[in-house]
C-alpha cells in the first residue's frame, strides 16, 4: 500500500469522506491572526510534515504536540472541547496535551450525507463521535506496532500513557519518536475502541479548551486581527452602511464634509452600501455623520409588518402541497372517524439573530493570494464565491476561521462577507469591515413568519388521533438552493421535529403553500424548523389534554411515546415534583421533543405579577443525547438555549416599517436580564448510545412550556408569539 492510500485511510476512516490530497498544511494560520508566508501555506501530502506526522485532522510535530485541526466552527457550543475529549481519549493523551485550531476550508471536510462542509443542526459532536476516535485509535495502534517493531518485541508487551509508549522491558519513547516509521506500516483494520467503562475523559465534565485564552481576552474574534509582523501594511477599518431596505440602492451621495474629517482614508460605495474607511472605526462613525445619503427604496420601501402578515392570511391555499404524511404514501388524511375536531391558527413572528458579537470581516487582496479572517458556517461556500467574486482560483483564497460571539443561525449566510470582498476590492490595502450593532439589526436574515393552521381530530376519550396542519410562510431552504426542495416543492426544514414525533399519532398530515415575502430576506434561526414545528405540536397536544381534562403529562403517556421519550418525561416529572400541586400563583407548562437524535421534555415554572409582569422561577429540564460526552457543557448548553429561548419567545418580534426593520439595539429588542434569569435544572440521563445534538434543544421547547404555563395562570390556550401580548 503506497504512503498516498495509507494517508488517505487515515483521513477517510469512518464516515469522513475526506480526500486523498491535503492541499494545504492546516496550521496556516496562528490565534495571533498574522498571515504566514505563502511557502508556510503549503504542504505537500507526500512529504511528512517536518518529519512529522500529519492528516486533515490530527498532526503530531517531532516535539511530540499534538495539534487537531478542526472543521467545525466555534461559536460558543463547545465543540473544540467535545472533539478534543474524543481525540485525547483514543490516543491516551491528557486533554491538556491536544491543541485545537481551525482548518482552512476544504472539500475533505464534507462528511457524507451533507452538501458541502457545514456546522449547523446541533450536529458536530454527533458528526464527529466515531471517525475522530476510530482515527485516533488506528494512529495509536500505528505508533505501538513502530515502537514494538523497534524494540524487537511483541505489540502486546506495549502499552500508551500520556504520549509516550511505555514497553514491558521499560523501555519507553514519546509518540514523536515513531512518526516515520508508521508510513512503512500496513494499515490495521477492525481496530476496536475503547470500552465506556475504560473511558478516562468521555463522560466526565472537562473544562474548555478554550476558556483560558478566552478570559485572558487573548482568543481572536474577526475585529482583533492584526499583523504583528511590522512589514505588512497597517489594516485599515471601514465602518459599513447600508441601504436598510431590501432591493433598495444608493441614488446619492455627498461625502465632501465627511473626506474632510481627520484620518479619513477612503469613502467607497457600492450600489447599496457605502464603506467609510478611517484609521479607526471611531473615526469613521464620526465621518459617517458627515455624509448625506439618499437611498432609492425601491417597491419594498412601502412594507409594513401588518402589510406582511396580510401576505401570509391571503396566500392562496390551492397552492398547498403534501409535505408529509405518516402513512407510506402522501395521501390526504381524513378527519371523519373523530369524534370531535379542534381548529387552532398559530401566529409566530418574524425574529432576528441579535447575536452579542455584530459582524466583521478583515481581507486582505494581494497580487497572488486573498485572505479573509471571519466566520462562514459554510466555509466552503463562502470561500468559493470569493474565488468567483475575485475570479481567482479557489486555492488562492485563505478563509481563516476565527471565534465567533454567537451567530443562532445568521452566519449560515455569508452575504456580509462577499460585501466586504466588493469593498476591498476597490483598496490597496487590508481592510477590517464593521458593521454597528444597528447595522447588524437592521441588515438582519429574520427568521420569517408563519401561520400555521391546524385541525385536531380526537376519539371518544378524548385522545389525538389525527392532525392536518397547514404551513404558511417562506422557505429558507429556497433562498439557499432551490434544489433542495423535494421534487413537489417542499421545505425540509418545515419538517423539522414534525417527522421525529416521539409520540403515536395515528394519522398526521402537514400541507405547506409557500409565501415569499419580498421585503424581507429569510434567514435560518436558532433550532431551525423544529422551534417553531414544536411550538405548534406541542400547544396543540396541550390543548387537547386539557379539554380531555386530563393531566399533560398523563395526556402524553395515552399517545404512547416510545421508551427515551417516556425515560425524559419521567425524569423531568419526578424532579419537577409534578405530582404536587404548583405553589399559588404559579403557572406550569410542560413541552417535549424529539429532535437532532436527542429527547428533551421541559417544566417552566412562571408567575404573572400584578403588574402583568412575568417572573419566571424555575426551569427543570431532562435530557437524553446518547453518550454525554461532556456533561457540564451539556448542561451549559441547555441552559444558555433555554434563556435565549424564553427571552425570545416572552419578548421578540421584528417589526417593518417602511420597508425598514424598527429594532436597532438591544434596547428595542429584549433579551432576558440576569435578574429575570430562572433557575434551570438540567438532568441528564444516562445512555451508551452514540451522542446526538444538544445545542439548540432548550430553545426549541421553551416557548411551548412557557405558552403552556402562563396559559394555565390566564386560563386560556395562547396561539402567538411573542407572549408578552397576552398581558396587555
Known amino acids: 500500500m503506497s504512503k498516498l492510500s495509507r494517508r488517505a485511510f487515515f483521513t477517510k476512516t469512518g464516515a469522513l469522506v475526506l480526500g486523498v490530497s491535503l492541499p494545504f498544511l492546516a496550521k496556516a494560520q496562528d490565534k495571533t491572526g498574522v498571515s504566514r508566508s505563502e511557502g508556510d501555506l503549503h504542504h505537500s501530502v507526500n512529504t511528512p510534515f517536518n518529519n512529522g506526522y500529519h492528516n486533515a485532522y490530527i498532526e503530531i510535530t517531532p516535539s511530540n504536540q499534538i495539534l487537531f485541526h478542526i472543521p467545525d466552527i466555534e461559536f460558543g457550543q463547545g465543540i473544540y472541547t467535545a472533539a478534543a475529549m474524543l481525540l485525547a481519549e483514543e490516543l491516551e493523551v491528557e486533554l491538556s496535551a491536544i491543541k485545537v485550531d481551525a482548518a482552512l476550508p476544504s472539500p475533505e471536510y464534507i462528511v457524507k450525507g451533507e452538501v458541502t462542509e457545514i456546522t449547523w443542526g446541533s450536529g458536530s459532536t454527533q458528526k464527529d463521535w466515531l471517525p475522530l476516535q476510530q482515527s485516533a485509535a488506528i494512529l495509536r495502534t500505528m505508533l505501538i506496532q513502530a515502537a514494538a517493531q523497534s524494540w524487537k518485541i511483541n505489540m502486546d508487551q506495549c502499552h500508551v500513557k500520556a504520549g509516550q509508549i511505555y514497553a514491558a522491558s521499560g523501555q519507553q519513547a514519546p509518540y514523536a519518536q515513531f512518526l516515520q516509521d508508521i508510513y512503512t506500516l500496513p494499515i490495521p483494520k477492525d481496530i476496536p475502541l475503547k470500552k465506556p467503562d475504560t473511558y478516562r475523559l468521555i463522560g466526565k465534565s472537562q473544562p474548555r479548551v478554550d476558556t483560558l485564552e478566552k478570559v485572558k481576552g487573548k482568543a481572536i474574534y474577526a475585529t482583533d486581527v492584526t499583523f504583528k509582523d511590522a512589514s505588512m501594511p497597517a489594516i485599515k477599518t471601514g465602518l459599513m452602511i447600508i441601504c436598510p431596505v431590501v432591493g433598495g440602492k444608493l441614488a446619492h451621495l455627498d461625502d465632501k464634509n465627511a473626506k474632510q474629517v481627520q484620518n479619513v482614508i477612503d469613502i467607497v460605495s457600492l450600489e447599496n452600501a457605502i464603506c467609510i474607511i478611517a484609521d479607526s472605526y471611531w473615526t469613521a462613525l464620526k465621518a459617517s455623520k458627515q455624509l448625506i445619503i439618499e437611498w432609492d427604496y425601491g417597491a419594498n420601501g412601502v412594507a409594513t409588518t401588518e402589510s406582511i402578515y396580510k401576505q401570509l392570511d391571503q396566500a392562496d391555499e390551492q397552492q398547498a402541497i403534501i409535505g408529509?404524511?405518516?402513512?407510506?404514501?402522501?395521501?390526504?388524511?381524513?378527519?371523519?372517524?373523530?369524534?370531535?375536531?379542534?381548529?387552532?391558527?398559530?401566529?409566530?413572528?418574524?425574529?432576528?439573530?441579535?447575536?452579542?458579537?455584530?459582524?466583521?470581516?478583515?481581507?486582505?487582496?494581494?497580487?497572488?493570494?486573498?485572505?479573509?479572517?471571519?466566520?462562514?458556517?459554510?466555509?466552503?461556500?463562502?470561500?468559493?464565491?470569493?474565488?468567483?467574486?475575485?475570479?481567482?482560483?479557489?486555492?488562492?483564497?485563505?478563509?481563516?476561521?476565527?471565534?465567533?460571539?454567537?451567530?443562532?443561525?445568521?452566519?449560515?449566510?455569508?452575504?456580509?462577507?462577499?460585501?466586504?470582498?466588493?469593498?476591498?476590492?476597490?483598496?490597496?490595502?487590508?481592510?477590517?469591515?464593521?458593521?454597528?450593532?444597528?447595522?447588524?439589526?437592521?441588515?438582519?436574515?429574520?427568521?420569517?413568519?408563519?401561520?400555521?393552521?391546524?385541525?385536531?381530530?380526537?376519539?371518544?376519550?378524548?385522545?389525538?388521533?389525527?392532525?392536518?396542519?397547514?404551513?404558511?410562510?417562506?422557505?429558507?431552504?429556497?433562498?439557499?438552493?432551490?434544489?433542495?426542495?423535494?421534487?413537489?416543492?417542499?421545505?425540509?426544514?418545515?419538517?423539522?421535529?414534525?417527522?421525529?414525533?416521539?409520540?403515536?399519532?395515528?394519522?398526521?398530515?402537514?400541507?405547506?403553500?409557500?409565501?415569499?415575502?419580498?421585503?424581507?430576506?429569510?434567514?435560518?434561526?436558532?433550532?431551525?424548523?423544529?422551534?417553531?414545528?414544536?411550538?405548534?405540536?406541542?400547544?396543540?397536544?396541550?390543548?387537547?389534554?386539557?379539554?380531555?381534562?386530563?393531566?399533560?403529562?398523563?395526556?402524553?403517556?395515552?399517545?404512547?411515546?416510545?421508551?427515551?421519550?417516556?425515560?425524559?418525561?419521567?425524569?423531568?416529572?419526578?424532579?419537577?415534583?409534578?405530582?404536587?400541586?404548583?405553589?399559588?400563583?404559579?403557572?406550569?407548562?410542560?413541552?417535549?421533543?424529539?429532535?437532532?437524535?436527542?429527547?428533551?421534555?421541559?417544566?417552566?415554572?412562571?408567575?404573572?405579577?400584578?403588574?402583568?409582569?412575568?417572573?419566571?422561577?424555575?426551569?427543570?429540564?431532562?435530557?437524553?443525547?446518547?453518550?454525554?460526552?461532556?456533561?457540564?457543557?451539556?448542561?451549559?448548553?441547555?441552559?444558555?438555549?433555554?434563556?435565549?429561548?424564553?427571552?425570545?419567545?416572552?419578548?421578540?418580534?421584528?417589526?417593518?416599517?417602511?420597508?425598514?426593520?424598527?429594532?436597532?439595539?438591544?434596547?428595542?429588542?429584549?433579551?432576558?436580564?440576569?435578574?429575570?434569569?430562572?433557575?434551570?435544572?438540567?438532568?441528564?440521563?444516562?445512555?451508551?448510545?452514540?451522542?446526538?445534538?444538544?445545542?439548540?434543544?432548550?430553545?426549541?421547547?421553551?416557548?411551548?412550556?412557557?405558552?403552556?404555563a402562563l396559559g394555565s395562570i390566564l386560563d386560556r390556550n395562547l396561539y402567538s408569539l411573542p407572549l408578552n401580548k397576552y398581558l396587555t
Open 324 to 708: 408529509y404524511s405518516n402513512k407510506s404514501e402522501k395521501i390526504e388524511v381524513s378527519l371523519n372517524a373523530s369524534s370531535h375536531i379542534y381548529k387552532m391558527a398559530y401566529r409566530q413572528p418574524m425574529l432576528l439573530h441579535a447575536a452579542l458579537e455584530p459582524l466583521s470581516c478583515t481581507i486582505y487582496i494581494q497580487e497572488n493570494k486573498c485572505e479573509i479572517w471571519s466566520c462562514s458556517q459554510t466555509p466552503l461556500w463562502t470561500r468559493d464565491k470569493i474565488s468567483a467574486l475575485l475570479k481567482r482560483d479557489a486555492k488562492d483564497i485563505y478563509l481563516h476561521t476565527v471565534f465567533v460571539g454567537g451567530s443562532f443561525g445568521r452566519r449560515l449566510d455569508d452575504d456580509y462577507i462577499l460585501q466586504a470582498v466588493r469593498v476591498a476590492q476597490k483598496v490597496s490595502y487590508p481592510l477590517k469591515c464593521v458593521w454597528s450593532r444597528e447595522e447588524d439589526f437592521a441588515q438582519d436574515h429574520v427568521r420569517p413568519p408563519y401561520l400555521d393552521q391546524v385541525e385536531a381530530g380526537v376519539d371518544a376519550d378524548g385522545i389525538l388521533t389525527a392532525v392536518k396542519h397547514h404551513i404558511i410562510g417562506p422557505s429558507v431552504t429556497a433562498i439557499w438552493d432551490k434544489t433542495l426542495l423535494s421534487k413537489e416543492g417542499m421545505d425540509p426544514d418545515l419538517l423539522l421535529g414534525i417527522d421525529s414525533l416521539p409520540y403515536q399519532i395515528p394519522q398526521y398530515q402537514l400541507n405547506y403553500t409557500n409565501c415569499d415575502i419580498q421585503s424581507i430576506i429569510p434567514g435560518w434561526w436558532q433550532g431551525n424548523g423544529a422551534t417553531r414545528n414544536i411550538f405548534v405540536v406541542e400547544s396543540i397536544i396541550n390543548k387537547c389534554a386539557k379539554k380531555a381534562q386530563k393531566d399533560p403529562i398523563e395526556y402524553r403517556k395515552l399517545l404512547k411515546p416510545d421508551a427515551r421519550a417516556m425515560a425524559v418525561i419521567d425524569m423531568v416529572a419526578q424532579h419537577a415534583q409534578w405530582e404536587l400541586e404548583p405553589l399559588k400563583d404559579i403557572g406550569r407548562g410542560f413541552a417535549m421533543a424529539h429532535i437532532f437524535g436527542s429527547y428533551i421534555a421541559m417544566v417552566v415554572e412562571a408567575e404573572i405579577t400584578v403588574m402583568s409582569v412575568v417572573r419566571l422561577h424555575r426551569v427543570i429540564v431532562a435530557v437524553d443525547c446518547g453518550l454525554a460526552v461532556n456533561p457540564d457543557q451539556i448542561s451549559a448548553q441547555i441552559e444558555s438555549s433555554t434563556i435565549f429561548g424564553l427571552g425570545a419567545a416572552l419578548y421578540n418580534e421584528v417589526q417593518i416599517n417602511k420597508g425598514q426593520i424598527v429594532q436597532r439595539n438591544f434596547n428595542q429588542y429584549r433579551a432576558l436580564h440576569m435578574n429575570e434569569a430562572p433557575q434551570v435544572e438540567v438532568h441528564i440521563v444516562k445512555s451508551n448510545e452514540a451522542p446526538s445534538g444538544v445545542a439548540e434543544l432548550g430553545t426549541i421547547v421553551a416557548a411551548p412550556a412557557l405558552a403552556h
